[in-house]
Nanobody
């Protein structure tokens, strides 16, 4: 059973930084794409960033380009999201996800999901 566990969320002032982590366990293959999504209150879950296997390609939603960096360490099955210059509109629950085909922006292309970690950015 593949499990994803996020950590690193918290409360931060606008302009601050946080680093989210996602630990993958349960025998998932290492050549899988992964992604971060987020969901703010009353809003749909939206794509944030994705990364292909062996980190050959990365993709970002426009609102986080230049501020967030997705990375992975396949030696310990971990996914990361370095977030800088945080804004109040970045406030959401952040979810990591594991897919089986491509580093897609679509929720439906990801099979496994974590429970999420709360990020709150105060103004």
């Amino acid at each position: 059973q593949v499990q994803l566990v996020e950590s690193g969320g918290g409360l931060v002032q606008a302009g601050g930084s946080l680093r989210l982590s996602c630990a993958v366990s349960g025998g998932a293959r290492r050549n899988y794409p992964m992604a971060w999504f987020r969901q703010a209150p009353t809003k749909e879950r939206e794509f944030v960033a994705s990364i292909s296997w062996v980190a050959m390609f990365t993709y970002y939603t426009d609102s986080v380009k230049g501020r967030f960096t997705i990375s992975r360490d396949d030696t310990d099955n971990s996914l990361y999201l370095q977030m800088t210059s945080l804004k109040p509109e970045d406030t959401a629950i952040y979810f990591c996800a594991l897919g089986t085909s491509s580093a897609s922006r679509n929720r439906g292309d990801y099979t496994y999901w974590g429970q999420g970690t709360q990020v709150t950015v105060s103004s």
